[in-house]
């Protein structure tokens, strides 16, 4: 049964960092694809990165590539995401999401975290 949790959400100043983990269980997040999405009130769920080790494929969404990282961790079956130089905008719900290692940024995901909430706010 697969199964991610999120953690590491919370409230930072614009220009600062959170680090966010995925951490997985039924599945290794080697073999599969793991996305970082991110939901605002009253917005659509945007994805946000993807990494994809078993076909090597890191994707970013444009609005954070250069400030954002996703990363794993195969010892502890956990993904990351750094997040870098936030911007108010980054305020959403982040949600940790698994699928097969061809899915991209609009899918397909069948399997998902209870979402975490981060807030980049002065």
């Known amino acids: 049964q697969l199964q991610v949790v999120e953690s590491g959400g919370g409230l930072v100043q614009p220009g600062g960092s959170l680090r966010l983990s995925c951490e997985a269980s039924g599945f290794i997040v080697e073999y599969y694809a793991i996305a970082w999405f991110r939901q605002a009130p009253g917005k659509e769920r945007e994805g946000v990165a993807l990494?994809?080790?078993?076909?090597?494929?890191?994707n970013y969404a444009d609005s954070v590539k250069g400030r954002f990282t996703i990363s794993r961790d195969n010892a502890k079956n956990t993904v990351y995401l750094q997040m870098n130089s936030m911007k108010p905008e980054d305020t959403a719900v982040y949600y940790c999401?698994?699928?097969?290692?061809?899915?991209?940024?609009?899918?397909?995901?069948?399997?998902w975290g209870q979402g975490t909430q981060v807030t980049v706010s002065s």
């Open positions: 990494i994809s080790s078993s076909l090597g494929k890191i």
């Open positions: 999401a698994a699928g097969p290692p061809m899915a991209n940024l609009v899918g397909p995901y069948d399997y």
